[in-house]
């Protein structure tokens, strides 16, 4: 049973291009969360999406940078115009169901993807 | 908005010491979840909590959720050089809040 699978592992881009992560949650697993990293940082909750649904993007900011799970495919985290503030690694977890108050799902975590802005 | 707090944010440790890393949140929490991140790797989910008062073990490792569910410990007793890594905390009131994160180094 493969885990979470995210590609590429390490990115990099020029300032002012876009970056284009994919994320494939486990099987059976419908729920997915991106996450931003900085180093020596904590996890940053950033969008929460279902399939074909964006549920929750308040950790999202406004420009730039959208998401979007289809029916068919993995999630993709997209961000335009790629700034150097943007460079970290960005995580993708899922969960068999709604992680939300009183669930009791953890989240199985990609091997994240490392962004570089040159 | 909510926030969850972890501290030390660095331990260093001589193999053998006993670490104990803390979690605390502004706000009252359905549950917890700790997970652990190796260097260079991601995370890895260790355990959830969700009663109030609750203990649980996991061989050299012991972890509790406070009687008002505000805050949470994690303990490794004799630590060793393979515990080496971050422990974060998530809390839960809506989306899961992580700390920034306590990183362990065990000289052996």
């Known amino acids: 049973n493969a885990g979470v699978m995210q590609n590429p592992r390490h990115l990099v881009r020029r300032r002012g291009q876009e970056a284009r992560l994919r994320c494939s949650p486990m099987?059976?697993?419908?729920?997915v969360y991106w996450y931003r990293q900085l180093p020596e940082e904590g996890l940053k909750f950033m969008v929460y999406?279902?399939?074909?649904?964006?549920?929750?993007e308040s950790g999202m900011p406004k420009e730039r940078f959208s998401a979007e799970f289809p029916k068919e495919g993995p999630s993709i985290l997209r961000i335009q115009q790629v700034v150097r503030g943007d460079s970290a690694a960005y995580f993708c977890?899922?969960?068999?169901?709604?992680?939300?108050?009183?669930?009791?799902?953890?989240?199985?975590f990609g091997p994240g993807t490392r962004l570089t802005v040159t | 908005g909510q926030q969850v707090m972890q501290i030390p944010q660095y331990q260093h440790v001589q193999e053998g010491e006993d670490f104990t890393t803390y979690c605390n949140s502004s706000?009252?929490?359905?549950?917890i979840q700790w997970y652990k991140q190796r260097p260079g790797g991601h995370p890895v989910f260790l355990i959830q909590?969700?009663?109030?008062?609750e203990v649980k073990k996991q061989k050299r490792l012991t972890f509790q959720f406070g009687e008002a569910k505000k805050n949470s410990s994690l303990h490794i007793t004799a630590t060793q050089t393979t515990d080496v890594g971050t422990y974060f905390c998530?809390?839960?009131?809506?989306?899961?809040?992580f700390g920034k994160g306590t990183k362990l180094s065990v000289k052996p």
């Open positions: 998530a809390g839960r009131a809506g989306n899961l809040i």
């Open positions: 999406l279902q399939k074909e649904n964006i549920i929750d």
């Open positions: 909590l969700v009663k109030s008062g």
């Open positions: 706000t009252t929490l359905s549950n």
């Open positions: 099987k059976g697993h419908s729920h």
């Open positions: 977890a899922s969960s068999p169901l709604a992680v939300g108050s009183g669930s009791l799902y953890e989240q199985y």
